[in-house]
């Protein structure tokens, strides 16, 4: 299964801990939605047709699927899951995201926000896609603490 990573399991320590047979395919894009913190306090993405995301795509294993269902609370409703198209390299592909059901936006949680800064490290995403769609939800300056 293809599963677009978007929010903190674009960490890699995050990543190896929930899904230890992952494969990482590279990174994607997928437009008409936005990258958003909910009032939960966690990532989410919202559709909006002027913009886009940016991830890593990963290949996972029916175990790790298992994991990470587990880890993103599907079974609690915490996240649902949808196939979207990513474009990798040109390359559209059918990937699995979870999504928010809440959409109402809000601050991330404390721990929360060290972990999503070390994703965006991780996955090297665009520096005018963080400050344009991540920035305004997470401070880049809380990056090393608690991690050193």
């Known amino acids: 299964m293809l599963y677009f990573a978007y929010g903190s399991n674009l960490w890699n320590q995050q990543m190896e801990s929930r899904c230890p047979q992952y ?10 939605w936005r990258w958003i913190i909910t009032s939960r306090g966690y990532a989410s ?3 909006s047709e002027a913009d886009y995301l940016l991830g890593t795509v990963f290949e996972l ?9 587990r880890f993103e609370g599907v079974t609690r409703g915490s996240y649902y899951k949808e196939i979207l198209q990513v474009n990798i390299e040109g390359k559209i592909l059918d990937c699995m995201v979870y999504i ?3 959409v109402e936006e809000g601050k991330p949680r404390e721990e929360y926000i060290n972990r999503i800064n070390r994703g965006i490290v991780d996955a090297g995403l665009a520096d005018d896609y963080v400050q344009r769609y991540l920035r305004p939800f997470v401070p880049a300056e809380a990056l090393n603490k608690g991690f050193d």
Request: cysteine-free.
């Open 61 to 69: 294993s029916e175990s790790d699927l298992l994991n990470l269902d």
């Open 100 to 102: 928010d059901p809440v």
């Open 45 to 47: 993405i919202v559709e």
């Open 23 to 32: 494969k990482k395919i590279g990174t994607g894009r997928i437009d008409g």
